[in-house]
């Protein structure tokens, strides 16, 4: 059964000016709700809970086939949801997993569909969810914009009521052979200048963002853009996430006083996939203790907290530094970190924990939660405060505080001079990721470095100074995550 609202439907615009090269496409906002489905209560609440995450409108074949997808950077493969699928055909599984499909598409509908029988589709993502199925070309077009013959899943099995617009590198597509995938296609087909789009997520209490390929709109950000590296596997040198160095992160409050969170470097990957934020236990710990949290990921997979910070939280900001201290930094103020969503879990059945240190009537959850898979991923929950570039060629993401609710626009083409109006590369603290042979199909064991390095500009300084390592059983889940990249993909999202 189908407890969320369908997902609000948004019709793509294009926005061409005659001489950019740009590609602009609304996305709607589901309805939002952290995972419920950690551990313990996995079967109950996950079926409840569908929707959540960032999706738009495309459609695929000829004629053509609105499907709703939803916006992944974290992972790489466009897929659409077969008509047929297990999950759109059978009563029992919509009753396991939440409800039925939400926009599928017909294969035997579309004159341009072409079957790719070689490859098997096949996904499976962080949070349990997956696909099955195989593989196809056709058209599809975003925004207004046709791609011509874009390789994509096609599932016949899923656990997940929709498709995924995965926008991440190639070579982190699902299969073992990379293909090009649909960042590839939009540059090779000169639909854009440049591998590079611009996500603006906008407020939490905002319906819809955008996601503009080729372009960056400068009314939507305050401040100025700033780069910083992309880290790639330092083993093999491929760049398959969007692996960025936080390296500093502020409690600031009203009173001007500031609590400091971060002690040292910390790999992050920015996952518009993924809903909420999740840092190192103890990083994450330390904020919990700041504010009166309580954790409660083992038994319902919330983190909760008082609800008087949306009402009294004046001032209270995290600061997010990127790259060291003359790199990005991003503001997300605590009405976007602290989600009045509990009400809706109580309804749903959620056996809050007792004896929390605030009224239990006034019950919120909050958007960071412990990486105890060892990933540490900025989700939504910081994304939205945050305008960013991502720039696949030149492997640099740009970050600049997001102008939130602004309707206006002003579209520049990321050209192959790179990120129109960015400030140069901050990168003098760097989190490096290394990876070291894993078993398993294309996999390996990565470990992660933590060093602090000069400019790389600047290379007459002396090599990466390493600062303390991070315990071993961090490294080895940050691993297993980067070794399996290649294989999942790095999508987390609700389901
Ligand atoms: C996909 O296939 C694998 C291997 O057979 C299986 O373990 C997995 O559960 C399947 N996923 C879905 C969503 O059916
Ligand atoms: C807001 O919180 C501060 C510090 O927690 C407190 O001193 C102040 O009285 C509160 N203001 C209101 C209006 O509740
Ligand atoms: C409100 C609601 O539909 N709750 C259901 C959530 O899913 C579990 C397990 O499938 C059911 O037992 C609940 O009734």
Redesign the pocket.
Same mark, same amino acid.
């Given at each position: 059964?189908r407890?969320l609202p369908a997902l609000i439907a948004v019709g793509g615009t294009a926005s061409f000016a005659t001489a950019q090269r740009v590609v602009s496409m609304g996305i709607g906002k589901a309805k939002r709700l952290p995972p419920l489905h950690k551990r313990a209560i996995l079967? @109950? *609440?996950?079926?409840?809970l569908t929707g959540g995450g960032y999706y738009a409108e495309v459609s695929v074949g000829t004629p053509p086939q609105i499907v709703n997808l939803i916006v992944d950077t974290g992972s790489s493969d466009v897929w659409v949801l077969d008509s047929n699928a297990d999950l759109c055909t059978s009563r029992s599984m919509q009753? @396991?997993y =939440?409800g039925g499909c939400i926009a599928t598409f017909d294969p035997s509908e579309s004159s341009t569909y072409t079957a790719l029988s070689d490859a098997p589709f096949q996904i499976a993502y962080l949070d349990g969810s997956g696909a099955n199925g195989t593989y196809f070309q056709d058209h599809i077009n975003i925004g207004g914009t046709e791609i011509e013959s874009l390789q994509m899943g096609l599932a016949d099995e899923s656990t997940i009521n929709s498709g995924l617009l995965g926008i991440g590198y190639s070579a982190n597509v699902a299969t073992m052979i990379p293909y090009p995938n649909i960042i590839d296609l939009l540059e090779e087909q000169g639909l854009i200048a440049i591998r590079a789009y611009s996500l603006w997520l906008n407020a939490y209490s905002a319906d819809m963002g955008t996601i503009l390929f080729g372009g960056v709109d400068t009314e939507k950000f305050v401040g100025e853009l700033i780069a910083v590296p992309v880290l790639p596997d330092s083993r093999t040198g491929i760049y398959h996430s969007f692996t960025v160095t936080l390296s500093s992160l502020i409690l600031s409050y009203a009173d001007g006083s500031a609590d400091p969170i971060i002690q040292q470097p910390v790999p992050v990957i920015l996952d518009s996939g993924t809903t909420l934020t999740y840092l190192p236990p103890r990083i994450a710990y330390n904020i919990y203790s700041a504010l009166g949290a309580v954790d409660d990921t083992l038994y319902t997979g919330l983190v909760y907290i008082d609800c008087t910070y949306l009402r009294n939280g004046s001032g209270l900001t995290f600061d997010f530094q990127f790259g060291g201290s003359s790199g990005p930094l991003v503001r997300v103020p605590v009405n976007e970190m602290v989600l009045d969503n509990v009400r809706e879990y109580i @309804? *749903? =059945?959620l056996p809050i924990p007792p004896g929390m240190p605030f009224a239990d009537d006034d019950v919120c959850s909050f958007g960071i939660q412990p990486g105890d898979q060892g990933i540490y991923l900025l989700g939504d929950t910081f994304l939205r405060s945050a305008y960013v570039v991502y720039d696949l060629e030149n492997h640099e993401v740009a970050m600049a505080q997001a102008h939130i609710n602004n309707p206006g626009s002003n579209v520049l083409e990321i050209t192959r001079d790179g990120i129109p109006d960015v400030s140069g590369v901050a990168s003098q603290v760097t989190a490096e990721q290394t990876a070291t042979g894993l078993p398993g199909p294309g996999g390996a064991v990565p470990t992660v470095t933590v060093t602090a390095s000069p400019d790389p500009n600047d290379r007459a300084n002396a090599g990466p100074k390493t600062l303390t390592a991070p315990p071993a059983w961090e490294v080895a889940a940050v691993a297993a995550v980067a070794g399996l990249s290649g294989l999942i993909g790095v999508g987390l999202f609700v389901i």
């Open positions: 059964m407890v079967q @109950e *609440l996950h079926n409840n009753d @396991e =939440g @309804e *749903l =059945g």
